[in-house]
């Protein structure tokens, strides 16, 4: 079992940045695949990125794609999404969410297929 904690959010600008973090412990964090959901007030938890286990294959949501990316460093057990050019829409809880799995080259989007989750971390963008 794994567990994951994320920080780095915190309250920015619209157009500026940030970078969460999801540090895990508890299992060897190589066999995980991760993914970043976030939940915004009165709506439902969407998925944002997710990244292979080898770091190799990763998805974004449309609206993140271009401006946040997803890495990883196996050594460390820390997952990062790096996310630029904020707009007010991204405002909300951020998760990271890890699914042990076999297979090096999947990445998942949904959130049912995920089985371990992280507290969260909330993201203000100011207009």
């Known amino acids: 079992q794994v567990q994951l904690v994320e920080s780095g959010g915190g309250l920015v600008q619209t157009g500026g940045s940030l970078r969460l973090s999801c540090a895990a412990s508890g299992h060897t964090f190589s066999l995980y695949a991760v993914g970043w959901f976030r939940q915004a007030p009165g709506k439902e938890r969407e998925f944002v990125a997710a990244?292979?286990?080898?770091?190799?294959?990763?998805d974004y949501e449309d609206s993140v794609k271009g401006r946040f990316a997803i890495s990883r460093d196996n050594a460390k057990s820390t997952v990062y999404l790096q996310m630029n050019s904020l707009k007010p829409e991204d405002a909300a809880v951020y998760y990271c969410?890890?699914?042990?799995?076999?297979?090096?080259?999947?990445?998942?989007?949904?959130?049912?297929?995920?089985?371990?989750w992280g507290q969260g971390t909330q993201v203000t963008v100011s207009s």
């Open positions: 990244i292979s286990r080898s770091g190799g294959y990763t």
């Open positions: 969410a890890a699914k042990e799995i076999w297979n090096v080259l999947v990445v998942y989007t949904t959130a049912p297929e995920y089985d371990y």
